[in-house]
């Protein structure tokens, strides 16, 4: 069984940052692809971004690109998302994923999840 637990939300302003972190334990964490997905309410779970377990991949939703930077720890079993330059639409509940095999950009591909945690951005 792999587990994630999730650390860092919390409120920020417009123009502000957070970093999330995700710890893994469990199984082998080197070959899972893992991703942070996010879901506001009156919403569907959405893409945020992801990255390959070889570290050569990383994919970003539009609406994040050039803001939001994953990364993964292997040392620490961590992986973390960046947040800078938030607007209001970035509130969210934000939950990590993680999957064997190859990195892909849908939800439901994914096998384990953390419980998420709040991020929200005020103006």
């Known amino acids: 069984q792999v587990q994630l637990v999730e650390s860092g939300g919390g409120l920020a302003q417009a123009g502000g940052s957070l970093r999330l972190s995700c710890a893994v334990s469990?199984?082998?964490?080197?070959?899972?692809?893992m991703g942070w997905f996010r879901q506001a309410p009156g919403k569907e779970r959405e893409f945020v971004a992801v990255v390959g377990w070889s570290g050569g991949s990383r994919l970003y939703a539009d609406s994040v690109k050039g803001r939001f930077t994953i990364s993964r720890d292997t040392t620490k079993n961590t992986v973390y998302l960046q947040m800078n330059s938030l607007k209001p639409e970035d509130t969210a509940v934000y939950s990590c994923a993680a999957k064997p095999g190859d990195l892909v950009i849908i939800p439901r591909a994914y096998e384990y999840w953390g419980q998420g945690t709040q991020v929200t951005v005020s103006s």
């Open positions: 469990g199984r082998t964490f080197s070959y899972f692809a």
